[in-house]
């Protein structure tokens, strides 16, 4: 079996501790906040209740509640105010409550965060970093397991990032918090609660590169999120067939890692990539495109794309059905190793 | 403001309404108390992954909703409604099919019943009920469309948006706000500036009503003027309806990070379902037997209910496609046959 | 020089009148609006205007301002007017007065009509049409030049058809408003005034269907909208030293014509995709791994792409700079050629 | 409601204000109405592709605008605030390079100008303003933020959305509506249910001010109010200026088609740089000799700036690229190649 690589303990040069991705995200503000006074968190619930995730618990009692505070009821207004934040110098880390609940604010988001620092020719950056807890898995009510990454990788002006463990999302919310783009931070609820050793350092690859988490010579998986998890578990079956998958987390969105893609790919000549956002125009589409354009000469097979279905995301038991299981894609790893 | 205040926080009283339409109001209080009690039973045993309780707000819901005519006008519900849909007829094992997450939106028939699907938008269903209005009149037709929408809703664009709009129209809507003072953690003094959205209503040259939300009476005479108003072609109203939550946001939510359980605990003394119990009995429009009559028919409803919700069939997989379309795609076809091939195997 | 296919007077089976598209989609509007008291046509300055592209002119004087009105200026109002109007059992085809506007209103398409249908499980179908003016080339402000194709491409429940001449401007608008699907009109406003042969007569071909409207053998040039007519050209162009390339006009966004696309491909095996939405994301990903999926072992070269970058749409003078070129779109042709 | 009612609608007084206040704002509000005639003229000639005219509103512009104190507060201004910009000391030429579409929001510096990029989305600013006013009392500063929007941006779900926080937090905004009567083709009493904006604000628990937006001095009067009121941390006001659009809505639009040009007449006759003319003349403020110098300044600088548009350097392609990101990409910088490569060859 190849090796898994992850930052553990062997590789830490920070303090290791066991944490859950939400206790992780909630470190990671502690760190920002104290670092930066201008660094504002808000939202709604985020406050007294310390967010529907409790990411955000304990803050407004440490920080108090001018940095730390509860918004009324209206996602639009609430990225607007973080334009207005920004320009008088702030640095704000809004959320919003669900994915589904992003589409309110989509014309603040696309009109105005994405285009401020364009718009004003660099008089007005808007270091914006929109915390959204995304994605589905939890059988939550509706609206509350959408995958919107492709509408933001698609936006000229936004950076994108998703991390797929704890220690992952301590990294990664630094450095989108300090960037001086905005950037919109896809949480995986459905790991939200997945604990694993966390070393609170920080983070020393850039902005931009994805990672390999196992490594494989006979295909590449990619994914982000919740999915980096199901395509370790594919990983793991496969190579009891003496399969070895190469995992890739891609971790940023944008800006896209295409040559640690192609590098991937160059060498396993196949990959499929999975994601949980409906299969036609998602980002799949992209990795596929830019893979192919990369690996042209190098690959055996079309890459493939094991995703959710063109449907609305659905309740309850329908939900496994409508994810990429873990039997679908192996299929998809059967279909090119077979092409 | 309010124009039909309750006689004190004590005591309400029915004297001016029907006997037998305040004896409903009661069935129907009942039966959602109960229903509510069997779902987070429901929620705790696992049958529901979450449950939203409208515990405390039976006057608010039962009141607007039996104010209104099932077989021609229309409501437009939130994620909150259960009470209101038992009082307006729905067929209630379909209502609850949402809390076992059967199907979003409910497996109630949403034509036949002329309430809307349960929706998770805040705001978001509040001008669909503008239009419905609007395309009422365009018809010549004389129904009502009502809107449901919480103090925290009245935050949204789409709620100010949806009040201009029928206010510009004339449309025949009732915009009915459930004031229960809390939008999960936040209460109404960070979520409402100038602290009445039923005064919100003069700026679009509406009738704006403040009226007791635990007061099942009070609340069905000022939603019965507003859907007259509407009816006669006069254009939309505003209630408020002054409630509260007295139970967690959900299931899911732990009050007791951003409240004191004492102010719950206030508003569990002035139960609407008590408080119109002891009105009948006050008005002499029930005595003890038949309460206690209703009472047990209520608690056989609200089982048969969960029951029926609990046994209800799950939705078969190839549903996820039925749907989408009302024309089928040949691309939605092939995902059909990929789901069969690779998910059903 | 191979033949170019269009509907013009020699196969036309209804009176064929010269048009602008703009006056063609009127045209078209009245049809509708004659055939089906059901029929809605509203959005802001829609009315007594006729709407900042005159597509509505004349419509409130005919059929009166009960069946044709203005709106107040509130864009997710008019997509949740839409809704209730829909489920009240009229067929409305609002207009949203630019692309760029069409983001406040993203919750109420995406969350509400794009749904209702699933969500009632068909008890209340939305055969909602909204009409969008779309797409740049007029040298517009700001958030007048938008391509939000992905965006709608990407929504299950949306289906997305964008004309490209007169005639078809007539013959998708008559289909879409027809259809009992919510459907996205997208208007490309640099064709507005380009005046063309109508044949007034019903559509033929089925929804999701696109359409060759040049054919060729030594590649396949895919576009929708206005970059249709650029594809033409650089056609044209490419005849001149001996490349003949087929011209492709999808038109139906969704459901998208994959069989179309892989047929032309199968027999070309060279294809370049050409849009105005920016790179990353954009639909032309989609359409890439599309072709590529099923024309694997045919294809000489990479899909090629040809598109807007990934900057917000500028100004006048750099408008020319953003938008797919004649030239650029050669030298992709060229790229593919020498792969 | 006008809490600064002008004496009557044939005339203004300016007894009220400092002399030199009220030159100044004659002296920019001549100037902006001289541009605005380049302006037009210069669309006329092909050098702006469209423009859209603010005469009518130069005492609405000018008089808020001039009650502001550049170096603390922030404006948040639409695509229709040149006079504004002018009384607000921006650099003009920079303003205008927005009608020469030579860069979408302008070419003035946005950070030292402390007037924010002209915004093409109706009512999209307005939550900006709030957000940057949330910000100054979060320091423990006192400027204000002034948000420009229309009668028409008053419909948008992010206005509403806008005066709640601001309520909320009772952050130091003002709401500066000018109701030109007309959203492009739609007059008020098709836009404004209730026909009065100011009256919304009482539903937002701020006040809510009328005032003759052709009354330049009325009107600075109720900003400087509103500005000192929002400064002591009294929190937001909103004011409605009642002034006409008597211009199309652009060069591209024909009013023709919905609007009797005599409804424009009857205002062109309350021409507001004529009535302080008449006004600076009654006070005693300037005599004729003292206002014909005005006069000439303003067309000089009007020209100034005209020539300074006309001629300005349009940016280079490379630009596209420039200000997406603070932090670049690799993928943007590739791009920029393949510009450099095949569209700038
Ligand atoms: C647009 C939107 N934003 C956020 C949420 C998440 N959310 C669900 S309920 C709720 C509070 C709603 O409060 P209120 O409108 O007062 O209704 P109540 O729950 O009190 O009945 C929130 C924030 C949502 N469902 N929709
Ligand atoms: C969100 C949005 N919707 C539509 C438009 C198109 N549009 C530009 S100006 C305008 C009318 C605006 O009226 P008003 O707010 O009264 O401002 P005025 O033009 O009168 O200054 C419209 C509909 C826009 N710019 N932004
Ligand atoms: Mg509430
Ligand atoms: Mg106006």
Sequence with gaps: MTELIEHTADTATGPVVELSMQQALNRALRTLLSENGDTLVFGEDVGTLGGVFRVTDGLQKEFGADRVFDTPLAESAIMGMSVGLAMNGWRPVPELQFDGFAYPAVDQIVNQVARMNYRTRGAMPMPVTLRLPSFGGIQAPEHHGESLEALFAHTPGLKVAVPSDPGEAYRLLLQAVRCDDPVVFMEPKARYWDKRPVELAEPTEPVGTSRVVRRGSHGTLIAWGAMVHRCLQVAELAAEDGVELEVLDLRWLTPLDTEGLAASVRRTKRAVVVHEAPLTAGLGAEIATRVTDACFGDLAAPVQRVTGFDVPYPAGPLEPQYLPTIDRVLLAVQRTLEY | MPQHASVGRGSITVDHLPPDLTRELYRHMRTARDLDTEAVALQRQGVFPAYVSVRGQEAAQVGSAAALDPARDFVFPTYREMAAAQAYGVDMVGYMATHRALWHGGLYDVAASRFGAVNAVVGGPVPHAVGWAVGERLRGDDGVALAYFGDGASSEGDVHEAMNFAGVYGA??????????????????????????????????????????NDAGAVHHATAEAVAHARRGEGPTLIEALTYRVEPHSTSDDAGRYRDDSEAERWRRRDPVALLREALTAAGHADEAALAEIDGQALEEARRIRDGVSTAHEPDGSELFTHVFREHTEELTRQRRTWKEEVEL
Excluded at chain 2, 177 to 206: D, K, T
């Design chain 2, 172 to 213: 025949p809507v009732v915009f009915f706000c459930q004031n229960n003072q809390w939008a999960l953690s936040v209460p109404n003094e960070r979520q409402v500036a100038g602290g009445s959205i039923a005064a919100r209503a003069e700026g679009y040259g509406m009738p704006g009503v403040l009226v007791d939300g």
